[in-house]
């Protein structure tokens, strides 16, 4: 396997870690039909519309 030629300092492994707090949740949108919060451009997993249309058909509970 490669092995580093050289020690990374302390300060370049630092900068490296210092990007992985600037990762962000995913943007989640309300259904326009039932007001469920799901991912968007997404099927909606409580009532199975997208776009103004029924994609999946879901049993009424």
């Not at 990762?23 to 099927?43: D, F, I, Q, W």
Request: glycine share 4%; charged share 25%; hydrophobic share 30%.
């Amino acid at each position: 396997m490669a092995v580093p030629k050289r020690k990374q300092s302390h300060s370049r492994t630092n900068l490296r870690r210092s990007n992985n707090s600037k990762m962000t949740a995913p943007t989640m949108v309300k259904c326009s039909r039932c007001g469920e919060y799901n991912l968007a451009h997404r099927v909606c997993s409580a009532c199975g519309f997208y776009a103004g249309k029924e994609i999946i058909k879901k049993a009424d509970a």
